[in-house]
């Protein structure tokens, strides 16, 4: 795992993945939700589609679009288990231990809260 400011600056390097900003049905959705619930869905989608040690579909569990979460897993590379190898050195073949899936929730509600938006969220 990676500490959040060298993670967010390679990523910030990245065209395809700085090029993720949450449009304004997701922004919407976050201000009305709260960070807290919308982090509420990110734990369930991280224990359903990303901690199991195998996943049938591996690289296509997460859509580009329909939830907030889901756009920010794809911009910081919590999306499948070859990029959270690739980007966060989490190996794949394993459950994700709880500590990791914690990991991965901050790294989700940092984008979230300060870089998917372009501002901060009060909730």
């Known amino acids: 795992m990676r500490d959040l400011p060298t993670l967010?600056?390679?990523?910030?390097?990245?065209?395809?993945?700085?090029?993720?900003?949450?449009n304004v049905k997701d922004q919407a959705y976050l201000q009305a939700k709260g960070l807290p619930l919308v982090l509420d869905h990110a734990r369930d989608f991280i224990a359903k589609r990303l901690a199991?040690?195998?996943?049938?579909?591996?690289?296509?569990?997460?859509p580009f679009r329909g939830h907030p979460v889901f756009v920010a897993q794809h911009a910081t590379a919590c999306c499948c288990?070859?990029?959270?190898?690739?980007?966060?050195?989490?190996?794949?073949?394993?459950?994700?231990?709880p500590q990791e899936q914690d990991y991965i929730l901050t790294v989700?509600?940092?984008?979230?809260?300060?870089?998917?938006s372009n501002r901060p969220i009060d909730h």
């Open 81 to 97: 288990r070859g990029c959270l190898q690739k980007w966060h050195q989490i190996p794949p073949g394993r459950a994700l231990n």
């Open 52 to 62: 199991p040690a195998s996943l049938p579909n591996d690289g296509k569990q997460t």
């Open 8 to 22: 967010f600056t390679a990523l910030g390097a990245s065209r395809f993945r700085s090029s993720f900003k949450l």
């Open 108 to 116: 989700l509600a940092h984008w979230l809260q300060y870089i998917g």
